[in-house]
């Protein structure tokens, strides 16, 4: 298994870091413009494997080249947020960015699965099926896997229990208009809601929401990469091991939910053989017309990201 992490910054290490740690890859390859960063930290990984007892082996690199027949391609590099900034906000950089990576690292990974996690996440992964021309089942984003593990935190947090037995869905684009479903939020079995009243899930909803915002406004020079890192490679693990979790993932709907040719989160099979099903859950009234609001504002991001992008 080799795998290619695009970006050597914080996500992009880190990932490259747990991915190493975990023996996912025989080969992990960190690509980045800046000269000696990704050498630089590839080689401080390669010494650590020693300690943390991982025969992987990690290099850093500016040429796709060297990332040639790679199984699968993470996509990090972008610019990262700053106080007061929406995911939005790096639109335009960003789907410039974004294009020109996997457009030099389809040259020469044409067979790879391509995950997605430069923001705006569902638009990137979108941007990256028009490079590719890829089927769905090759490219696709992390994003619910991160917005779950913040709302399961938050109920940990609030309940004083094990995160081990909070189970929680999250629908929708990565942002502010995300659809966390309370009605499937459950505390080993038990309905959060008879234990949470609906004001503090209301709460608890919103900050989730905004949770990306919460660390950026902390970090002040950038934004969250342990969770997003830790997401990346839960989607990974289930690939190459070909465990088939069931993970909210962003991918390109094809009549699941009632939306076509649009990218947003939803519940997926994730196995060897990449995205293997969307998994289609019935809404009520309510549920459906959040994620209604969700994939509109996602629908136009959309095509002002391919507007600039045809000009």
């Known amino acids: 298994m080799k795998i290619t992490v695009i970006g050597a910054g914080?996500?992009?290490a880190t990932t490259a870091q747990l991915l190493a740690n975990a023996e996912l890859a025989n080969e992990i390859y960190l690509v980045d413009i800046l000269e000696g960063i990704p050498e630089g930290k590839a080689l401080d990984m390669y010494e650590s494997m020693p300690i943390i007892g991982s025969d992987t082996k990690v290099f850093g690199t500016n040429s796709y080249e060297l990332t040639k027949d790679s199984d699968i391609i993470i996509q990090t590099a972008?610019?990262?947020r700053k106080p007061g900034m929406s995911r939005d906000d790096l639109l335009v950089k960003n789907a410039e960015i974004v294009s020109?990576?996997?457009e030099q690292a389809f040259k020469?990974?044409?067979n790879a699965y391509y995950l997605i996690v430069s923001n705006p996440l569902d638009v990137m992964t979108y941007v990256a099926m028009q490079v590719t021309k890829l089927p769905r089942q090759k490219v696709f984003g992390m994003a619910g896997i991160l917005d779950t593990a913040r709302y399961r935190a938050f109920i940990s947090m609030e309940l004083g229990v094990s995160m081990q037995d909070i189970q929680a869905l999250i629908l929708g684009g990565h942002g502010d208009t995300m659809v966390p479903l309370v009605r499937y939020t459950?505390?080993?079995g038990i309905p959060v809601t008879d234990l949470i009243s609906k004001e503090r899930l209301d709460e608890i909803v919103a900050r989730t929401a905004g949770g990306g915002g919460e660390i950026v406004k902390y970090l002040k020079t950038g934004s969250a990469y342990y969770a997003p890192s830790a997401a990346v490679v839960q989607m990974v693990e289930s690939i190459v091991r070909d465990q088939k979790r069931i993970l909210p993932c962003?991918?390109?709907l094809q009549g699941e939910f009632g939306y076509n040719d649009i990218v947003l989160g939803v519940p997926v099979i994730l196995g060897r053989n990449g995205m293997e099903k969307v998994i289609e859950l019935k809404l009520n009234d309510e549920e459906k017309a959040l994620l209604k609001?969700?994939?509109d504002h996602v629908k136009k991001t959309i095509e002002e990201a391919m507007a600039l992008i045809n000009k």
Do not use: E, F, R
């Open 250 to 252: 962003s991918v390109l």
């Open 186 to 188: 459950t505390v080993a």
């Open 100 to 102: 020109s990576c996997i």
């Open 10 to 12: 914080n996500v992009g």
């Open 293 to 295: 609001t969700s994939a």
């Open 78 to 80: 972008g610019l990262a």
């Open 108 to 110: 020469y990974s044409p």
